[in-house]
């Protein structure tokens, strides 16, 4: 079984206010092995970054200035995840803003034609309800080193998620529990107000 473990870094909270992704991370796992096989760009957001977001990520208009903009990588992006079940840690808020970039370019085409999603935060909550979820409680509690994130970016959270992922679901007999969180990618209208709320670095990360 192919599995892509999915990141991105993006420019602000709110994919209805036009916000963009500017990063994009993919590990690849078959049968649960990482491959070494890896998709990462950085993009041009052609927009502003809000301050908060920089804080999280580290990233600005004007490193990102020379980068190819999305419609310049898409088709290598949605042929390296095609047919995969992509693993996010809070799934929608990633989808949302990838469904986004693909609706710029008028292309009838969301995730959810291209691949399963799994989404490990909504696991995380069944397996440890009432717990902290964020990447960083579950780099804790299954014992990942996460000692180099001092700044968020998408291939070293994709490469942390496949190992929590990996831990959390402990062998082929966890797979069942796996298939009851996975669903068919939608866009979640709310996650961005949610993400508000909490603060600029969203508490599920």
């Not at 041009?44 to 600005?60: C, F, K, M, S, Y």
Request: proline share 3%; with cysteine.
């Amino acid at each position: 079984m192919r599995q892509v473990v999915l990141d991105t870094e993006t420019t602000g909270l709110e994919v209805e206010q036009r916000h963009r992704v500017i990063e994009i991370g993919c590990v690849e796992l078959f049968n649960r092995r990482l491959t070494g096989r890896t998709f990462h760009r950085y993009l041009n957001p052609e927009r502003d970054i809000d301050e908060g977001a920089q804080q999280v990520h580290g990233l600005t208009r004007e490193r990102l200035a020379k980068e190819p903009t999305f419609s310049q990588v898409h088709q290598e992006f949605t042929d390296f995840i095609r047919d995969a079940e992509l693993i996010i840690h809070n799934a929608p808020f990633d989808v949302a803003f990838l469904n986004g970039e693909l609706a710029r370019l008028e292309l009838a085409l969301k995730v959810h034609d291209l691949c399963r999603v799994l989404d490990t935060l909504a696991l995380a909550r069944q397996m440890h309800p009432g717990q902290r979820n964020n990447l960083d409680a579950l780099c804790k509690r299954y014992s990942v080193d996460n000692s180099r994130r001092d700044y968020h970016g998408a291939l070293l959270d994709a490469r942390i998620l496949a190992e929590v992922y990996l831990a959390m679901t402990g062998g082929q007999a966890k797979t069942h529990a796996e298939r009851r969180i996975g669903y068919r990618a939608q866009p979640c209208a709310p996650c961005g107000a949610e993400a508000r709320r909490r603060g600029r670095a969203p508490s599920w990360w």
